[in-house]
C-alpha cells in the first residue's frame, strides 16, 4: 500500500481538498452583489471596497485591504474579481487545516497510507462543500478569510510547540501566529475568540515559566503587529469616500465602530426556551452540515486529542464551544455562520478520527485493516459527491443576476439628480455598488433611511449629496422646503422582488401632499 | 485517562451530538439586516422630526403602497387576497398624551383606479398591526390634525381594524417615561408593524 511521507500528508490532504472544492466554488461562484443567502452584504464591501471607504462595522481592514489589492488588477467586474478572492480565501483554508490536523493525527511522525490521505482530503472537502461553508465561499463575504487566517495561527503555535520540544528556536513561529491571528481578527472580529486557543497551544504546561514568558512577548508582538491593519480605518474614513460608516476618524468613532456598537442590542434578548431551543439546533450543525459520516469520525477524534494532544483538544474545544455560545447568544439575519468555527472543528478532528480508528483497526490484523482501508475512503468519497451534487443546485449563485439587475433598472429609470430612499440590505447595498462604481450614476444619491438616525450618516450625505440635512426628507418635502432639482423616489423592493423580475425595480414618487 | 473512560466520553459526545442533529425545528430566522433599524440613543437626541420618513402627514408613505395597490388590485383574480407590506422601521415621534407614543410611521391609505378615482374598500379589507407587544397599544386614525383611537380587534398578537376606509392610521402605546430604554418592544414593534389586506379589493369600483 503506497504511503506519504509524514511531512508532505498534511500538504497533501489540504492540497487536494482545496483544489476540489475550489473547482466546486468556481462553478457556484456569483456573477456579482447578490441578494442570496449570506451574501446580501456584498454590495456592502464591494462598494466599499470601489470607492476605498469603510464598510459596515466592525469595519473588516484585512479584507478591506486585500479587495484594495484586487482592486487594482484591471479585469472584469469589481465584485466579481472579490467574490473570487473569496472563493480562493475560502478554499485555501482548507491548507492550513490538513497541515494542522495532520500533524495532530495520534500517529504523526509516521507515513500515512495513501487510502488515509484520500479520506482525510475526502473530509475537509466535505466540509468545504457544506452549506454553510459553501455558501460564504462564492461571494463577497469575510469569514472565509477569518477562517483562514485564525486556523493559519493555530497551525503556526503547533509548529512553534513543535520546534520547542525539538530544541530549536520557535518565537518566528510564535510571532508569526500572532500576526496571523492580529490579521484574522481585521477579517471578523469573532478570530478574537481564537487567542485563548492560541495560548493555550504555547503557554499551557509542559513548559518553564520563564519560557513561557519569553514566548508571551514575540506572540503579542504578533498580535499587535497584526492588527495594524485597523489603521485602515481612521485613514480611509479621514478621506471621506461615500460609503464610510460611522466615520471611524475619532478614538470614539473608531470604537463604536469596531467593537459594533450598533450591534450591541442583538446580544441576548430572547427569552431562555428559545434560547436554548437554539442551542440545541447549532449543537446539531456540525453533523448536519459534515454528514452523519463524520459524527463517529469527530467523536473519535476528540477522544484522540484528549489522550494525545490535550492542549490541542482544549485550544479547539474552546473555538468550538465559544463560536456555538456566540452564534446562540447574537441574533441576526446571518448568525448561523458565526458558528462555521465550529464546523471546522468537527473537520479537523475528523479528520484526527480517521487515524485513530485506523490506529484502533491495526491489532485487528491485515484483514481488517485492508478492509477499513477501502471502506472508509470510498464511503467518503461517496459522501463528498452525493453532498456536492445533492446540494450545489440550492447553493449556486451563478445565475444570482437579481441584485445587479434591480440596482441597474432602479438607475435607469431615476430622474437626473434623484435622490433615492431606500430602507432595506437588499436595495442600499447592490445600489450603492452600482452607484459607486465607474459609471455609474454620479447624479443620484441613495439615501438609507434607517442610517439616516445616525448624526454620522447624515453629515456625510450633506457633505456628499448637498441635500439638506437638518431634518427628514419627507419633512422638509412637506413643508414645501426639499429642493427642487433633486427629486425623491422611494425604492419598493420587499414585495416586488420576491414576486417577479418584472417588478424588480420599482420606483415611487415622493411627491408634496 | 483510561481507556474505558476515553471510550465513555467518546460515546457520550457522539450521543450528544446525534440528539442535537435530530432536533426536530430549526429556529426562526432573525429579521435584522446589516443596516441598524432603530436606534433610540442617537434618536432620543435628535429633534422629532428628523427621524425617519414619518412625517406628521404620514401620506407619504402610504401613497406609494396604494399605487401598488391600484396596478395590483387590478390584476386580481376574484377571491384573490392581497398583503401589502409596509416595512416602517421609525420609531417614537412623541404622540398625544405625556406617555402615548407613535410606534409606527403613519399609514395612510388610499385606492384609485387607473384613472385615479377613489376606489372603495370592499368590507373585508382590513388593516393589521403584527405583534403590538407593547402594553395598551391601540391603532389610531388621523383625524384633521388629531388622531383619535379607532375600534381594534386583538386577534393574537394583533390588532385589526375592519372594515377599513382610506385615511392615516399609526400604532400608538402607552410606554414608561424612560421609553428610549424599552429598546426591544420598540423594536419589535417597528419592525413587525403594519400590514394591509384587502381581499376583494377592487370589488366595487
Same mark, same amino acid.
Given at each position: 500500500?503506497?504511503?506519504?511521507?509524514?511531512?508532505?500528508?498534511?500538504?497533501?490532504?489540504?492540497?487536494?481538498?482545496?483544489?476540489?472544492?475550489?473547482?466546486?466554488?468556481?462553478?457556484?461562484?456569483?456573477?456579482?452583489?447578490?441578494?442570496?443567502?449570506?451574501?446580501?452584504?456584498?454590495?456592502?464591501?464591494?462598494?466599499?471596497?470601489?470607492?476605498?471607504?469603510?464598510?459596515?462595522?466592525?469595519?473588516?481592514?484585512?479584507?478591506?485591504?486585500?479587495?484594495?489589492?484586487?482592486?487594482?488588477?484591471?479585469?472584469?467586474?469589481?465584485?466579481?474579481?472579490?467574490?473570487?478572492?473569496?472563493?480562493?480565501?475560502?478554499?485555501?483554508?482548507?491548507?492550513?487545516?490538513?497541515?494542522?490536523?495532520?500533524?495532530?493525527?495520534?500517529?504523526?511522525?509516521?507515513?500515512?497510507?495513501?487510502?488515509?490521505?484520500?479520506?482525510?482530503?475526502?473530509?475537509?472537502?466535505?466540509?468545504?462543500?457544506?452549506?454553510?461553508?459553501?455558501?460564504?465561499?462564492?461571494?463577497?463575504?469575510?469569514?472565509?478569510?477569518?477562517?483562514?487566517?485564525?486556523?493559519?495561527?493555530?497551525?503556526?503555535?503547533?509548529?512553534?510547540?513543535?520546534?520547542?520540544?525539538?530544541?530549536?528556536?520557535?518565537?518566528?513561529?510564535?510571532?508569526?501566529?500572532?500576526?496571523?491571528?492580529?490579521?484574522?481578527?481585521?477579517?471578523?472580529?469573532?478570530?478574537?475568540?481564537?487567542?485563548?486557543?492560541?495560548?493555550?497551544?504555547?503557554?499551557?504546561?509542559?513548559?518553564?515559566?520563564?519560557?513561557?514568558?519569553?514566548?508571551?512577548?514575540?506572540?503579542?508582538?504578533?498580535?499587535?503587529?497584526?492588527?495594524?491593519?485597523?489603521?485602515?480605518?481612521?485613514?480611509?474614513?479621514?478621506?471621506?469616500?461615500?460609503?464610510?460608516?460611522?466615520?471611524?476618524?475619532?478614538?470614539?468613532?473608531?470604537?463604536?465602530?469596531?467593537?459594533?456598537?450598533?450591534?450591541?442590542?442583538?446580544?441576548?434578548?430572547?427569552?431562555?426556551?428559545?434560547?436554548?431551543?437554539?442551542?440545541?439546533?447549532?449543537?446539531?450543525?456540525?453533523?448536519?452540515?459534515?454528514?452523519?459520516?463524520?459524527?463517529?469520525?469527530?467523536?473519535?477524534?476528540?477522544?484522540?486529542?484528549?489522550?494525545?494532544?490535550?492542549?490541542?483538544?482544549?485550544?479547539?474545544?474552546?473555538?468550538?464551544?465559544?463560536?456555538?455560545?456566540?452564534?446562540?447568544?447574537?441574533?441576526?439575519?446571518?448568525?448561523?455562520?458565526?458558528?462555521?468555527?465550529?464546523?471546522?472543528?468537527?473537520?479537523?478532528?475528523?479528520?484526527?478520527?480517521?487515524?485513530?480508528?485506523?490506529?484502533?483497526?491495526?491489532?485487528?490484523?491485515?484483514?481488517?485493516?485492508?478492509?477499513?482501508?477501502?471502506?472508509?475512503?470510498?464511503?467518503?468519497?461517496?459522501?463528498?459527491?452525493?453532498?456536492?451534487?445533492?446540494?450545489?443546485?440550492?447553493?449556486?449563485?451563478?445565475?444570482?443576476?437579481?441584485?445587479?439587475?434591480?440596482?441597474?433598472?432602479?438607475?435607469?429609470?431615476?430622474?437626473?439628480?434623484?435622490?433615492?430612499?431606500?430602507?432595506?440590505?437588499?436595495?442600499?447595498?447592490?445600489?450603492?455598488?452600482?452607484?459607486?462604481?465607474?459609471?455609474?450614476?454620479?447624479?443620484?444619491?441613495?439615501?438609507?433611511?434607517?442610517?439616516?438616525?445616525?448624526?454620522?450618516?447624515?453629515?456625510?450625505?450633506?457633505?456628499?449629496?448637498?441635500?439638506?440635512?437638518?431634518?427628514?426628507?419627507?419633512?422638509?418635502?412637506?413643508?414645501?422646503?426639499?429642493?427642487?432639482?433633486?427629486?425623491?423616489?422611494?425604492?419598493?423592493?420587499?414585495?416586488?422582488?420576491?414576486?417577479?423580475?418584472?417588478?424588480?425595480?420599482?420606483?415611487?414618487?415622493?411627491?408634496?401632499? | 485517562?483510561?481507556?474505558?473512560?476515553?471510550?465513555?466520553?467518546?460515546?457520550?459526545?457522539?450521543?450528544?451530538?446525534?440528539?442535537?442533529?435530530?432536533?426536530?425545528?430549526?429556529?426562526?430566522?432573525?429579521?435584522?439586516?446589516?443596516?441598524?433599524?432603530?436606534?433610540?440613543? @442617537?434618536? !432620543? +437626541?435628535?429633534?422629532?422630526?428628523?427621524?425617519?420618513?414619518?412625517? *406628521?402627514?404620514?401620506?407619504? /408613505? =402610504?401613497?406609494? #403602497?396604494?399605487?401598488?395597490?391600484?396596478?395590483?388590485?387590478?390584476?386580481?383574480?376574484?377571491?384573490?387576497?392581497?398583503?401589502?407590506?409596509?416595512?416602517?422601521?421609525?420609531?417614537?415621534?412623541?404622540?398625544?398624551?405625556?406617555?402615548?407614543?407613535?410606534?409606527?410611521?403613519?399609514?395612510?391609505?388610499?385606492?384609485?383606479?387607473?384613472?385615479?378615482?377613489?376606489?372603495?374598500?370592499?368590507?373585508?379589507?382590513?388593516?393589521?398591526?403584527?405583534?403590538?407587544?407593547? @402594553?395598551? !397599544? +391601540?391603532?389610531?386614525?388621523?383625524?384633521?390634525?388629531?388622531?383619535? *383611537?379607532?375600534?381594534?380587534? /386583538? =386577534?393574537?398578537? #394583533?390588532?385589526?381594524?375592519?372594515?377599513?376606509?382610506?385615511?392615516?392610521?399609526?400604532?400608538?402605546?402607552?410606554?414608561?417615561?424612560?421609553?428610549?430604554?424599552?429598546?426591544?418592544?420598540?423594536?419589535?414593534?417597528?419592525?413587525?408593524?403594519?400590514?394591509?389586506?384587502?381581499?376583494?379589493?377592487?370589488?366595487?369600483?
Amino acid at each position: 500500500m503506497p504511503r506519504i511521507p509524514d511531512r508532505f500528508a498534511g500538504a497533501a490532504i489540504g492540497l487536494s481538498a482545496a483544489a476540489g472544492v475550489l473547482a466546486a466554488y468556481l462553478l457556484t461562484l456569483a456573477p456579482g452583489v447578490v441578494w442570496s443567502g449570506a451574501g446580501v452584504d456584498s454590495g456592502d464591501l464591494a462598494a466599499a471596497v470601489a470607492v476605498g471607504g469603510v464598510p459596515h462595522p466592525t469595519g473588516y481592514p484585512t479584507v478591506m485591504l486585500l479587495g484594495l489589492a484586487v482592486r487594482a488588477i484591471p479585469l472584469g467586474d469589481l465584485a466579481l474579481r472579490l467574490n473570487v478572492l473569496t472563493a480562493l480565501a475560502a478554499a485555501g483554508s482548507l491548507l492550513p487545516l490538513g497541515l494542522l490536523a495532520a500533524r495532530l493525527r495520534p500517529r504523526s511522525g509516521t507515513a500515512m497510507p495513501a487510502p488515509e490521505v484520500a479520506s482525510a482530503a475526502a473530509v475537509l472537502t466535505l466540509y468545504g462543500l457544506a452549506p454553510l461553508v459553501w455558501s460564504s465561499a462564492i461571494v463577497t463575504e469575510v469569514y472565509a478569510f477569518a477562517s483562514l487566517f485564525l486556523w493559519s495561527s493555530l497551525y503556526a503555535a503547533e509548529r512553534a510547540l513543535a520546534a520547542s520540544q525539538a530544541g530549536k528556536d520557535e518565537w518566528r513561529w510564535v510571532a508569526t501566529a500572532g500576526v496571523l491571528l492580529g490579521l484574522g481578527t481585521g477579517a471578523h472580529m469573532t478570530v478574537t475568540l481564537g487567542a485563548p486557543a492560541l495560548a493555550a497551544v504555547l503557554l499551557a504546561g509542559g513548559r518553564r515559566q520563564r519560557t513561557k514568558w519569553r514566548l508571551a512577548a514575540p506572540a503579542a508582538a504578533g498580535v499587535v503587529a497584526g492588527c495594524a491593519v485597523y489603521i485602515y480605518l481612521p485613514i480611509a474614513a479621514a478621506l471621506d469616500p461615500p460609503i464610510n460608516w460611522g466615520v471611524p476618524s475619532t478614538p470614539d468613532r473608531f470604537w463604536s465602530v469596531v467593537s459594533g456598537e450598533i450591534y450591541h442590542s442583538r446580544l441576548g434578548g430572547t427569552d431562555v426556551g428559545a434560547t436554548a431551543a437554539k442551542a440545541a439546533w447549532l449543537l446539531g450543525e456540525p453533523v448536519r452540515q459534515l454528514t452523519w459520516v463524520s459524527l463517529p469520525l469527530l467523536a473519535a477524534g476528540a477522544v484522540s486529542l484528549i489522550r494525545v494532544h490535550r492542549r490541542a483538544a482544549l485550544a479547539t474545544g474552546w473555538i468550538a464551544i465559544s463560536a456555538l455560545a456566540f452564534g446562540t447568544i447574537y441574533n441576526s439575519r446571518d448568525d448561523e455562520v458565526l458558528i462555521l468555527p465550529a464546523l471546522t472543528v468537527a473537520a479537523v478532528w475528523s479528520v484526527v478520527g480517521l487515524d485513530e480508528v485506523a490506529r484502533l483497526a491495526a491489532p485487528g490484523g491485515a484483514r481488517v485493516h485492508r478492509l477499513v482501508a477501502a471502506v472508509v475512503p470510498t464511503l467518503l468519497i461517496a459522501s463528498v459527491v452525493i453532498r456536492g451534487t445533492d446540494v450545489a443546485p440550492e447553493i449556486s449563485l451563478r445565475d444570482a443576476t437579481h441584485a445587479a439587475a434591480f440596482a441597474h433598472a432602479v438607475l435607469v429609470q431615476a430622474e437626473s439628480g434623484s435622490v433615492l430612499l431606500t430602507e432595506d440590505d437588499r436595495a442600499t447595498f447592490p445600489l450603492w455598488y452600482a452607484r459607486y462604481t465607474p459609471g455609474g450614476r454620479t447624479d443620484v444619491t441613495v439615501l438609507d433611511l434607517r442610517l439616516w438616525q445616525f448624526a454620522w450618516y447624515r453629515q456625510l450625505l450633506g457633505r456628499h449629496a448637498g441635500i439638506p440635512t437638518e431634518t427628514s426628507p419627507a419633512t422638509l418635502l412637506a413643508a414645501g422646503k426639499w429642493p427642487a432639482g433633486r427629486p425623491l423616489w422611494a425604492v419598493d423592493i420587499d414585495v416586488g422582488a420576491a414576486r417577479s423580475a418584472d417588478v424588480l425595480a420599482n420606483l415611487r414618487p415622493m411627491s408634496p401632499p | 485517562m483510561t481507556r474505558r473512560l476515553t471510550a465513555v466520553a467518546g460515546a457520550a459526545l457522539m450521543t450528544l451530538l446525534a440528539v442535537a442533529a435530530l432536533w426536530p425545528s430549526a429556529p426562526p430566522p432573525a429579521r435584522a439586516q446589516t443596516a441598524p433599524d432603530v436606534r433610540l440613543r @442617537e434618536t !432620543a +437626541a435628535a429633534t422629532p422630526m428628523s427621524v425617519g420618513l414619518a412625517s *406628521a402627514s404620514g401620506r407619504l /408613505t =402610504l401613497r406609494l #403602497s396604494s399605487a401598488r395597490l391600484d396596478e395590483d388590485s387590478l390584476a386580481l383574480p376574484d377571491g384573490a387576497d392581497l398583503t401589502l407590506l409596509a416595512q416602517p422601521t421609525y420609531v417614537a415621534l412623541p404622540g398625544a398624551g405625556s406617555n402615548l407614543l407613535r410606534i409606527s410611521p403613519a399609514i395612510t391609505i388610499t385606492v384609485r383606479d387607473a384613472g385615479g378615482r377613489d376606489i372603495a374598500l370592499s368590507p373585508a379589507a382590513r388593516l393589521t398591526f403584527s405583534q403590538p407587544k407593547a @402594553e395598551a !397599544a +391601540a391603532i389610531y386614525r388621523l383625524n384633521g390634525d388629531a388622531w383619535r *383611537a379607532v375600534q381594534a380587534a /386583538t =386577534l393574537g398578537r #394583533s390588532l385589526v381594524v375592519q372594515p377599513v376606509s382610506p385615511g392615516t392610521y399609526a400604532l400608538f402605546a402607552e410606554l414608561s417615561r424612560d421609553w428610549p430604554l424599552q429598546h426591544e418592544i420598540l423594536t419589535a414593534v417597528a419592525l413587525n408593524a403594519a400590514r394591509l389586506v384587502a381581499d376583494d379589493l377592487a370589488t366595487q369600483p
